[in-house]
């Protein structure tokens, strides 16, 4: 009599994108303390010209950027997250410490296994 048939091993559990998808918006956060559009582009490939724009201003008015950001909503379909990104940044401007609330919507999206930001609102 031939030996049982061992039943087939349960799948493997889909990998948690969370720890990925944060660090895209850490990424973005770091991105934003290089005061480099550059920078913010690479964090950020759908940036926007008027964005861009916007950020290159605010740069040249600020120094000693400190962008302290996390996700309080996620929601994760297939390949798109949406999340909902608040925080604070903290700078020197006009020889004055600032610190203001950040608070936005991102839409990252995976491919070739990394997750990048899609959009920002």
């Known amino acids: 009599m031939p030996a049982p048939v061992p039943p087939p091993a349960p799948p493997a559990a889909p990998e948690n994108p969370r720890p990925l998808i944060?660090?895209?918006?850490?990424?973005?956060?770091?991105?934003?303390?290089?005061?480099?559009?550059?920078?913010?582009?690479?964090?950020?490939?759908?940036?926007?010209?008027?964005?861009?724009?916007?950020?290159?201003?605010?740069?040249?008015?600020?120094?000693d950027l400190k962008v302290d950001i996390a996700i309080k909503q996620l929601q994760i379909t297939g390949d798109v997250a949406e999340a909902q990104v608040e925080g604070f940044s903290q700078y020197i401007q006009n020889r004055r410490p600032q610190r203001q609330p950040m608070s936005f919507h991102a839409t990252l999206e995976r491919t070739s296994g990394t997750w990048r930001i899609g959009s920002i609102r």
Do not use: K, M
């Open 22 to 63: 944060d660090g895209a918006i850490q990424f973005y956060a770091r991105a934003l303390e290089s005061r480099d559009v550059q920078q913010v582009r690479r964090a950020y490939p759908g940036l926007t010209p008027q964005q861009a724009q916007v950020w290159r201003d605010f740069f040249g008015t600020v120094s």
